[in-house]
């Protein structure tokens, strides 16, 4: 994996919650690690309200959060431009949803591209709008364009909540394989909840356990 | 056929609307229902139907009344602001006998407020949604399940009486991801519309829809016309939700989001051998009087709980005669009561730590 991770795909496909586990998990691994929250576009369940539990974790938690307040305003902070230093250590980035939310990207493009990155696509076969691999791959390009830069691999997030089974995630994996086909990504992994993990055993190749981190504020 | 999907509660009620048949839908952004409107934009010119962006929300919503006197089912969404800017619109509908569809995706206020969930816009929906003597048929959702569920039923109802039906959310409700089953949906109104003005090409009579009446005895006699249909759904159309009332002694009363944190305090509270329950009003208006006044019986005390400084709370006094004491919870402004501090206020109902 390049220094720096760009998380990006439909919005609700699952970006917040796999960027959180990424940092969270090489955070425990004892590394020097940078979380930026660069959803503009939505207001809600976003990284930066994640921010207590992450800095507690040591993780750097950038985030355009104009004084604590909820306002969406579509700025961004100049903190951005420490992440191309490399002793900042590894970065990962969790980009706001569709192409509207990717546009925030590319206004550092020419920066990735000399520092190198790697750019996973989130795809989840629970939303309608990418549910057909078509579709998932007419998404990405919308992405691209937005952003100006190449997505290098695929992760299947297909999930459908607290309620998903073993069953939804091992039913998603043909669907993963469909996209990867179109869209010549690899399939770097398939996640699912922690608690399914046990029943799915070895049925599902690559597959990445997470917490499920982002929750509905009474179940908590 | 139905499918489980994952979606936003916004997706969730534009997604139901067109399976109810809604091909029409006029929109203004605001947040937290931007995407209602983008859903709208993407799906309705691929299946005919009709997305249009107006140029303010009162442009909108005559849109909808110009919709709806065609007899087509037609919707408009916004949250708080934006409502206030279409109640004349929503009163010029029910003054006309008009049904359409009205989403609020609730936020802080007043004025221009915040962006976070709230509730404080019950008095608007039940009490004054627009001048004049009228209601809307008000319903409120606390999951998205229900939200789809409700938009259908709401499109029914408002064609079955002739009025508007307005979805009260709440940017959590909007915002927030739950697995949903969509059926089919009806695909369409359920009464003929024998009313509607939408071209007699000389076969019949032409249709007025209209809501100026110079003649105060004509006026007087329509509204009071419409007051009996009123007292129809008052005793027909009301909706809510008991849970582990049978034998409660402390009852919350709370909806939509409100609700949901609700009950997880009311299942806290009785595995601390508190004997709560829980009123989950579904419909606002017609308000589920007579639920609440049949849990009073065993019920020592009410506890309202709102994301507003205590608006529903009145008419859960009223709904059993002031007979036992009501407090209130609330948190407003945006912030969403956690389990934990409702339980909290459960506890101080019962008298303390038991």
Redesign the interface.
Known sequence: MKRITLICGH??SGKTNLALNMALEAAKSGEKITLVDLDIV????RTVDYTEVLEKQGINVIAQNLEGT???APALTARMFSIFDESMGRVIVDVGGDDVGATALGRFAQRFNESGYDMLYVI?R????I?EPDEAASLLGEIETACRLKATALVNNS???P?TTAQDVIDSVPYAKAVSKVTGLPLLMTTAPKAVCDEIGDRVDNLYPVDVVVR????N | MSERVLMKGNEALAEAAIRAGCRHFFGYPITPQTELAAYMSKVMPKIGGTYLQAESEIAAVNMVLGAASAGVRAMTSSSSPGISLKTEGISYMAGSDLPAVIINVQRGGPGLGGIQPSQADYWQATKAPGHGDLHVLVFAPSSVQEMVDLVGHAFDKADEYRMPAMILADGMLGQMMEPVAIGEGSGGSNVEKPWAANGHKGGRKHNIVNSLYLQAADLERLVKERFERYAVIEEKEAMSESYMTEDAEYIVVAYGASARVAKAAVREARSQGIKAGLIRPITLWPFPKKAIKDAAENAKAFLCVEMSMGQMIDDVKLAIECSRPVEFFGRTGGIIPTPAEVLENIKKLAGGDK
Do not use: A
């Open positions: 919005y609700g939505n207001p809600y369940f909820t306002v969406d989840n629970n939303r309608k709008f549910s999930h459908l909540g309620q509905l504020p009474w179940d």
